[in-house]
């Protein structure tokens, strides 16, 4: 239940993200266009006054999610007596446009992923019911101009987009077409929006573009020059006050330049963590999704990842099922994540996406074929994940402090290597990256000790006097 009265206007939204990392990043902008207009985010839809999903299409199962929930939205809509306004926003409303308005009624208004910052006209629109309640064009840059270049933080860690858009059209995938083609912000907004986090408390920044190591933006107005890479952004925003950590994700093997991975030996604000997707260990796979590599060519980016920064946490996405998918195209697969060894991965089986190559593709793999691959692969990256995790067992490590835990006492971080630990503390270490002894390691986080002594990294990124080791464990 919301507060009304304290309101200034007495409006609030309640916006329901689904998907990727980008549509987390977008939810908090829409907040930011909603903010001047009055509306205060809340935390459940009942008594919203506006009711943003943002969805996710990359497979079928996501978008059975959203007419669900719309179904859901429907009832609390109706018992406001028509009051709320229900928006479809994300990749769905993108690919399904219209189609969400026909199936369901209670729908007021539809915008892809570039009309967000015309969320506060179309809200008008609705309410004098006149013009358009679609907009789903693509205008990527207007979309990033238009948006507020201040934003309120959230706590120590943020994302920034730097980066839209994907060219690659693997034939499984409805990114390109729901997000439209690759485009990259210039390096001076970029700053803007990096610098004014720092002056929050941001700590630790996670650059996201759908095809991030793509990146080639304007570069400063005072450098002039060509457009920068992935990695002079990286290396210029390492050296912003404050920005401790910096992250990417999601990258691609194609653009995974000598510089980048350079980057990682070099700069100690990147954090030792590379999300490189490969999808699949067999070439005939590869070719067959359009991947534009082999399963060698990734082998040596791995490699030499790994002798840039030898603690590096690898993770990946993977596809089993895929058309044509025999079983030694899904044995290659499996030698391919024992070689490599991840610390996370994510596994997924084939969704025929309407619309996409793969989904006429002869050769579809039956269901019961593709939960078997499944179960296996996942059973086996279960296991390096629950060993990557066990091996921090026994050092001491830095951890950024995000918050406090479920019991009293307790307060929990992350680790260099994306890792969520546990550990007794104050909630006034909020903020701060600490030393914690890890004494001991499940599938999904690790527990800490006790904090070893409080370590405030200096703003040139230096280490200080408590850190051993550069790479993040001290032991
Ligand atoms: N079916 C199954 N998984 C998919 N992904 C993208 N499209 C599909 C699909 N049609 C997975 C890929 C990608 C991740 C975000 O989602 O592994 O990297
Ligand atoms: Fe989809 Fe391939 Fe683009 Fe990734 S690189 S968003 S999987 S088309």
Redesign the pocket.
């Known amino acids: 239940m919301t507060d009304q009265s304290s309101k200034p206007d007495g409006k609030t939204v309640f916006i329901k993200t689904y998907g ?1 990392q980008m549509n987390v990043y977008d939810s908090e902008r829409m907040k930011d266009v909603l903010a001047p207009i009055g509306y205060r985010p809340v935390e459940t839809a009942d008594e919203a006054d506006l009711v943003v999903l943002n969805t996710c299409h ?2 079928e199962k996501a978008t059975e999610k959203v007419y669900s929930e719309l179904g859901q939205m429907r009832k609390l809509k109706d018992r406001s007596d028509g009051r709320m306004t229900i928006a479809v926003a994300g990749c769905v409303a993108q690919a399904e446009g219209a189609e969400i308005m026909r199936r369901q009624p209670a729908v007021d208004l539809v915008l892809g992923p570039q009309a967000y910052h015309k969320l506060p006209e179309m809200i008008a629109r609705v309410h004098r019911s006149t013009g358009e309640r679609l907009e789903t064009d693509f205008e990527t840059l207007e979309k990033f101009d238009a948006l507020p270049k201040s934003r309120e933080a959230d706590g120590p860690t943020a994302f920034l987009s730097v980066q839209e858009g994907c060219d690659k059209f693997c034939t ?3 990114v390109p077409y729901t997000r439209g083609s690759e485009l990259s912000r210039p390096v001076d907004d970029i700053t803007l929006e990096a610098r004014n986090l720092a002056a929050q408390g941001v700590r630790e920044l996670s650059l996201l573009g759908q095809n991030v190591n793509a990146y080639h933006g304007v570069a400063p107005a005072v450098s002039g020059g060509s457009d920068w890479t992935l990695a002079q952004l990286v290396r210029h925003l390492a050296t912003i006050g404050g920005i401790d950590r910096l992250r990417y994700t ?1 990258s691609h093997p194609r653009d995974m330049d000598d510089d980048l991975i350079a980057a990682h030996g070099d700069t100690e604000e990147l954090m030792p963590f590379l999300h490189l ?1 490969v ?1 699949s260990g067999s070439n005939n796979i590869l070719r067959a999704m359009n991947r534009g590599h082999t399963h060698e060519h990734y082998r040596d980016i791995m490699r030499r990842i790994k002798d840039a920064r030898p603690d590096m946490a690898l993770a990946s ?3 089993v099922g895929f058309p044509g998918e025999s079983d030694k195209d899904f044995e290659a697969t499996m030698d391919l994540v024992r070689d490599v060894n991840y610390a996370i991965a ?1 596994s ?6 309407p619309g ?1 190559p ?1 989904s006429e593709m002869f050769g579809q793999v039956p269901e019961d074929v593709k939960t078997e691959r499944l179960h296996a692969l996942q059973a086996l990256l279960r296991e390096q994940q629950s060993a990557f995790n066990a091996s921090k067992v026994g050092q001491t490590i830095l951890v950024l402090v995000t918050g406090e835990g479920r019991q009293a006492g307790q307060i929990h971080g992350r680790s260099p290597w994306l890792q969520a630990v546990h550990f007794d503390g104050d909630a006034s270490l909020i903020g701060q990256i600490v030393k914690v002894d890890i004494i001991g390691a499940s599938l999904n986080s690790l527990a800490g000790s006790s904090v070893a002594g409080k370590k405030s990294v200096a703003a040139t990124g230096a280490v200080g006097d408590m850190v051993a080791g550069r790479y993040g464990s001290i032991a």
Do not use: E, L
């Open positions: 990727c990359i497979r499984f995938c409805v999601t997707p999808q996405d993977f596809i994510y997924f089986k084939y969704s025929q996406r996409t793969a």
